[in-house]
């Protein structure tokens, strides 16, 4: 009996031997862990886009419709019974910028001359209303005086 007891906690020693071997071979043989980074799912608040009509305009290279005019005419009526108004003239002005305007805007308001204007990029169409032949000859003068490339037409 004490040799059958023996043999089997001899055999209960050997089969835990054999058992931790082959576990320890598996934990060897599977990989390593590698920690990764947790992403959470990112919300765009500032990137909102509302679904309109707008931008699927802006998305086509062609558009599906046409104006049905291309021209725009405007008729100025400068004839006036009034004998106070001068009659109009044109001053296209050149290479202008927002300095180069507010000096133009402020030599007109210190004048009281009456105009009209159309600016379109660094250009500028300015249409005055004069009677009196020293006022025009003085305003020349002063967008000389600024140095503003002008020609009259």
Request: hydrophobic residues 40%.
């Amino acid at each position: 009996m004490k040799k059958l007891a023996f043999v089997a906690g001899l055999l209960a020693v050997l089969s835990g031997a054999i058992y931790g071997v082959l576990y320890l071979d598996k934990i060897s043989i599977s990989p390593s862990f590698q920690a990764q980074p947790i992403e959470f799912p990112q919300t765009h608040t500032n990137q909102i886009q509302q679904e309109s009509w707008l931008n699927s305009l802006a998305d086509r290279d062609e558009l599906p419709y046409a104006y049905p005019a291309t021209e725009l005419s405007v008729r100025f009526d400068f004839a006036d019974k009034d004998s106070k108004r001068g009659m109009p003239s044109s001053i296209s002005i050149n290479d202008l910028d927002e300095y180069k305007f507010a000096c133009v805007k402020q030599v007109l308001r210190q004048n009281n001359i009456e105009s009209a204007y159309y600016k379109s990029g660094d250009s500028l169409r300015l249409m005055v209303f004069l009677t009196d032949e020293a006022m025009y000859e003085k305003l020349l003068a002063d967008l000389k005086y600024y140095r503003l490339s002008f020609s009259v037409q």
